[in-house]
């Protein structure tokens, strides 16, 4: 991890999953939701598996299409010492990219779980997610990756 002026700064996805700095964000999960999207199940799997590899989170209810705009999340997410956060959910092209982008804008680093989001349009996702991938902020990884540097790190 690189370090300025005695503050670390998380670079790479092994810095970032460190359960002490990290939140697990779950994006639009409801069952209405899933059931637009063909890939629901298997979302939801990888999503269950996710959460049985991070610790138990606060829950708040969003208002908007970013998870930050209207709750005390980066409120509470800063009092907690947290860092990065991963999102998975539903849906890329509508939450999950505002999200990630709020998160960034909010001095978190973003990890996207890309076989753990779905979309209701596929080629809006692409480019939301090639947006996220172009602008460099954000890092990108899969269940199997992530879990598996959450139980080494935890």
Known sequence: MKQA???EIPR?????CNARHLALLVYDMQVGIKRQVKEGE???AKIREILEAARSEAIFDKLAMSAFEGTPLAFALRDCGIKAVAVVGIAMEVGIEPTV???AD???V???ISDARGAGDSDAAKRSFDSLAFAGDTLFTDTKTFCGLIRRAG
């Open 5 to 7: 002026f005695e503050i």
């Open 12 to 16: 790479t996805l092994e810095d970032v």
């Open 42 to 44: 298997v979302i939801t």
């Open 101 to 103: 982008r709020h998160a």
């Open 106 to 108: 909010h001095g978190f």
């Open 110 to 112: 973003p990890v996207v």
